[in-house]
């Protein structure tokens, strides 16, 4: 745990019109609802979305808290708290989350992505895999427990090919359990999941892409970028009731701006400096 140090690594935290946050990727809908019924209980935002603004727009992207978004769209909300962040801040990380997808019938699996139209699956080994994927040679590629390595290959822009990613997760995302994880490597896996059928290996999407996708109303797969945020905001607990108030986002923001004052002054701001484990409660 480290002292404040400067403005540098305070959070910006602002209300914003939800109508003004365009996500860019799907929300998931086996976790919206649970999302929505938790606010409803506990009236507070507990760790508020990340977004980055849109050069040119009103509009933001969400970089993190798809759900929370859509959840707060469900309940009505007119405005939400949210961490804005710089996206060409060096300090920010774009990676890519990697799908453990397991279950018993293995077949089912590679039946339903053979059997989408426009992708193929091509033999190939995990250095030549990689290479493909960093030159987008490839859509993505799949890592089987016993050594086996696909292609997944498909043509077209950046769109087409976004809608058959898309195709792909929705292939196994409903009828195979699956997990994130942030490695391919099956040694590093296995010992931790059973039934592993396949682990799913994404490509990198850079900054100007998901902001180019997103401003243009397509939606990558939930669970397939990972924004790494420097000074993350968490365990903010704003009352929904001051969101769904009847003020103006001037209002509401003079509100936060003097919650964060008395914040500071009760010395209720931690920063983190090293690397955090966090095991949900």
Same mark, same amino acid.
């Given at each position: 745990?480290?002292?404040? !140090? ?26 919206? =609802? ?12 507990? #760790? ?30 007119? !405005? ?18 990697? !799908? ?15 059997? %989408? ?10 250095? !030549? ?46 009828? *195979? ?11 590093? %896996?296995? +010992? ?9 290996? *994404? ?7 998901? %902001?180019?996708?997103?401003? #243009?109303?397509?939606?990558? +797969? ?14 903010? *607990?704003?009352?929904?009731? %001051? ?9 509401? #923001? ?19 400096? =090293?690397?955090?484990?966090? *095991?949900?409660?």
């Amino acid at each position: 745990m480290g002292a404040l !140090h400067g403005a540098e690594r305070m959070p910006v935290l602002r209300f914003v019109s939800v109508a003004d946050l365009i996500p860019h990727e799907q929300a998931d809908q086996v976790r919206t =609802e649970p999302l929505v019924q938790r606010l409803r209980t506990e009236g507070v935002l507990k #760790n508020p979305p990340v977004v980055a603004p849109i050069p040119g727009e009103p509009r933001y992207v969400v970089l993190d808290g798809a759900n929370r978004v859509e959840a707060a769209r469900r309940l009505g909300l007119p !405005h939400l708290v949210v961490q804005v962040v710089d996206y060409e801040d060096p300090r920010l990380v774009v990676e890519a989350w990697t !799908h453990v997808v397991s279950g018993e019938d293995p077949k089912a699996f590679f039946d339903a992505v053979r059997g %989408i139209e426009g992708i193929t699956l091509e033999p190939s080994e995990r250095l !030549h895999a990689r290479a493909e994927l960093a030159r987008r040679q490839a859509l993505a590629y799949l890592s089987c427990p016993r050594g086996e390595i696909y292609l997944v290959r498909a043509e077209g822009d950046l769109y087409r090919r976004t809608a058959l990613l898309n195709l792909l997760v929705d292939a196994y995302k409903s009828r *195979f359990r699956f997990y994130r994880t942030a490695t391919d490597q099956l040694e590093q %896996i296995l +010992p931790y999941y059973d039934q592993v059928i396949a682990v799913v290996v *994404f490509p990198r999407y850079e900054p100007a892409e998901i %902001i180019e996708l997103a401003r #243009n109303g397509a939606r990558l +797969p939930a669970g397939i970028t990972r924004h790494i945020i420097p000074y993350r905001a968490l365990r903010v *607990f704003i009352p929904l009731e %001051i969101m769904a108030a009847p003020l103006s986002l001037e209002e509401k #923001n003079a509100w936060l701006a003097d919650w964060f004052r008395r914040k500071l002054a009760a010395r209720e701001i931690r920063v983190y400096e =090293e690397s955090v484990v966090v *095991f949900d409660e």
